[in-house]
């Protein structure tokens, strides 16, 4: 059974950093897309980050420059390292993966999610 658990969000102050974590278990996903995806009440979900299995990464232009995706793949884990937070960033931080590494940015065609890690951010 696959699962992706997400870890190492908080509160933290404007300007400060956090470093969020999502393992996944259940198959080897190295040649998977991992990515990152958030969301705020009453919005949809929308894309982060993401970083393709040949290494390929994409981020949203709200988060280029501050933020950065990575990946272990001999830990199936992939990893958000958000610095420069600012309060717009508070949201609920989701992982996921799929097979493809085309239109990364939607959510459609993921096949597996995370539960979400809260991410607040104190102005």
């Known amino acids: 059974q696959v699962q992706l658990v997400e870890s190492g969000g908080g509160l933290v102050q404007a300007g400060g950093s956090l470093r969020l974590s999502c393992e996944a278990s259940g198959r080897t996903f190295s040649s998977y897309t991992m990515s990152w995806f958030r969301q705020s009440p009453g919005k949809e979900r929308e894309f982060v980050a993401a970083?393709?299995?040949?290494?390929?990464?994409y981020y949203a232009d709200s988060v280029e420059a501050r933020f950065t995706i990575s990946r272990d793949n001999a830990k199936n884990t992939v990893y958000l390292q958000m610095n420069s937070l600012k309060p717009e960033d508070t949201a609920v931080y989701y992982c996921?993966?799929?097979?493809?590494?085309?239109?990364?940015?939607?959510?459609?065609?993921?096949?597996?999610w995370g539960q979400g890690t809260q991410v607040t951010v104190s102005s």
């Open positions: 996921a993966v799929k097979r493809s590494a085309i239109v990364v940015q939607s959510t459609t065609h993921y096949d597996y």
């Open positions: 970083n393709t299995g040949s290494g390929r990464t």
